[in-house]
Every structure is written in C-alpha cells, then in structure tokens.
C-alpha cells in the first residue's frame, strides 16, 4: 500500500477512536502524552494571561479563525467566506496563515503563479477563490507585517489558523466545530483537542457550527455547506465560470472521488447526495498528488478545489479531471456577533 493512503487510513482510524466516549485500549499508552502536552499549553495560557508573555497585534484589526480540535472542522471555507462578507461589508481583507507542509518558515506572499508546495495548498486557495492579498509564515505577526507592508489599502486581517497562536493579538476569534464536537474530551494525543475545553465561552468569541446543529454546550451560530458546481480542471485554473455545471450533469457517469482531507468522507457524501456514482479514493490530508494517486486509464475524477491547486492541468494527461466547489454559507445573524468587535470600515 503506498504511504500516502497508509497515513490516510490511520488517520482516519485515531478520529474514530476519538470519537468513542472512553479512549479504546489502543490508546491507554498516550495517556502520559496528553498530561504532559496538557500541562504544557495551560501554563504557556497562564504566562500570556500574566503579561510574563507578550501577545503583538497586527497592523490592522484581526479575526482569526480556528479549531479546538485537530482533523479539519471547516475553518477555511469560513475564512473565504469570511472574506467576502468583510469586503460585502466595505472593508479590504486580507489573509494570514502558517501555510501547512511549506517547505520554509519565513514570511512571504501568496501569488497566482506560487506552488503549493511553496506556500500551503489552502492559503493558495483562499488567495485563487476570493482575489484578497495572503502572505504565509510560520510566526504569524511577521506575516502580517508583510502583508500590510505590500498592501497597505488592507483595513482588516483574517488569520486562517492561529488560534492557539498566541503571539499573535486579536481583536475576535472565531472557532468552528462540526458535527464532532469535542469527541471524548481529550486533549491529544488521547483526544482531538488541541487544548483542554475552557469552561466558558472565551471573549469576543463566536462559535460556527459547519454541519449546522450544536455539537457542544456552547452556545453558536449553524452555518451550511454546500456543492455549488462542478467546473473542468483547466476552467477553474482560468476561472471560466462559463464551463461550471451543477453536479447533476455528472450523474449516471461513473467517477472516481479523491479527497486529500482530515474528514473526506463529508465531500463524498455530499455528492452521493447530489446523486453521482463514485468510488471513493480518500487519501492523507493535504497530500502532495506527486505522483498522481490515480492510474493513467482512469476516465474521469473528480476532486476538491484544496486538492486542485496541486493539479497543473498539463499533469492529468487524458483524465478529466472535475473540480468541485464548496461554498460556506454563514448565518444570517453573523454580522451582529462580529460587527461589535471591528471598526467601521472606512470609504
């Protein structure tokens, strides 16, 4: 079995057992891991809370948008609709992220022409889909001095990640959970969760749901995806929007559904909900599609936009290839929770 598809079923394996009420037996051992990286982020909080650490703010007010919890809970559709609420609303965005799985750390900006390998597959994204200036690095202030430094119009920064990024002042944070919760409650490696669940609400927080319903005590906002259209590989690289069709046009065609996503079960289950036949390829998340995950006879494939930015057309040979687009639609209050915590944006 290759390794990439090796690390996806393991992957998906610990969200399983995370999922269970009590940790399994198979994962007793990383008790002692989850105590010390317990103890670890809780005192690196107090430090912050005692000033002994100093959080830096951006040059322009910030919202970041982030997990509690590891395996993807939809953080990145919420920022590039984000986006587009903030620039609906008269303001100029613009995006700051780590950039998973680059290959160096330092600041830099995001570009049309930027690899995905250089820059992180969903920044590049967020940079294709919504047109707004993005600059990576994995010290989050240094990217957002880059960016206000190229694109000084900028009046609001949406930081994709970096909520535990603690360096990094906000003026609101925005965490998402989907239909999982929190799990068993566990911080990691025993749990999903990135830190242990505060007892409140922190402030000048709002929590989005992606999958709709609460799915824990906290009080939220349901927000909905959903598969828009389907568009040819090459059309979505140029944008022709002329070319997108909704899914039913492929239906009673079979395809081959790959996924590089914590939780690829959800996007093939939106399209078996849109009634297309497929077989189901999930793989690691964020995989590097080098070499192509498919044979060179497979006929058609159809894939997520995360995965596309890793698919140079002139890569897929005589496959066509369908890029599916995700839309995040947010809930009709979501202006008044967050109008509160920005400023006004200026002419």
Known sequence: MPIGRARAGLERWLVRQWQASRPPVALWPAWPLAWVWSIAVTARRALYRAGLLKARPAPRPTVVVGNLVAGGAGKTPIVMALVEHLRAAGHRPGVIARGHGRSSTGACLVSRLSAARDVGDEPLLVHLRTGAPVAVGRDRVAAALALCSAHPELTVIVSDDGLQHLRLARD??????????????????????????????????????????????????????????????????????????????????????????????????????????????????????????????????????????????????????????????????????????LPRPTP
């Open 172 to 341: 609101a944070q925005i965490i998402a959970f989907d239909d999982r919760g929190v799990g068993n409650g566990h911080v990691l490696p025993l749990g999903p969760l990135r830190e242990p669940m505060p007892r409140e609400l922190p402030p000048r927080t709002i929590v989005v749901y992606t999958r709709g319903s609460a799915s824990t005590p906290w009080p939220g906002l349901p927000g909905i995806r959903r598969l828009s259209a389907v568009w040819p590989l090459a059309d979505w690289w140029t944008g022709n929007a002329t070319q997108a069709v909704t899914a039913h046009a492929l239906r009673n065609r079979p395809l081959l559904a790959v996924a590089g996503l914590a939780r690829p079960e959800g996007f093939f289950a939106m399209l078996r909900e849109a009634g297309l036949t497929i077989r189901e390829l999930p793989l690691a998340d964020h995989a590097a599609f080098d070499p192509l995950p498919w044979s060179s006879d497979e006929r058609e494939v159809v894939v997520t936009e995360k995965d596309a930015v890793k698919l140079a057309p002139e890569r897929v040979g005589t496959t066509r290839v369908w890029v599916a687009r995700l839309d995040f639609d947010l809930p009709s209050d979501f202006d008044a929770a967050l109008a509160p915590w």
